[in-house]
């Protein structure tokens, strides 16, 4: 997959959550494809994706509907839940372009 060449998730999804997401058919990072961005840009910048913005990892989802959603914090890449309704600035999608 391919996703913007950004630092912090796609500003264009702030205050969208998983559910308007996968409601409007937008295709998105997965967990997976999350943690493996952020091993390629780190070994390829030496810097961190999300130091200030979290990304929401709407094309996941637990077992009982959460997802999940990822920020670096602490020194280390954190992994969190939230339900699917979430909305705020910080958590945003990162859209999958081809």
Known sequence: IRVRDRVEAD??????????????????????ERMVHE????????N???MRK?????????SDGDVPSVVWRDDKMSVDWCVPQHAFDALR???VVS
């Not at 091993?39 to 030496?46: L, N, V």
């Not at 979290?54 to 637990?62: A, E, K, M, N, V």
């Open 11 to 32: 500003e264009e999804f702030q205050n969208t959550s998983a559910n308007a997401i996968k409601g409007n058919g937008i295709k998105t990072e997965t967990l997976l």
């Open 48 to 50: 961190h994706l999300d």
């Open 93 to 95: 999608a990162r859209a």
């Open 54 to 62: 979290i990304t929401l990892c709407s094309g996941s989802r637990s």
């Open 39 to 46: 091993a390629i840009f780190f070994h390829e910048t030496g």
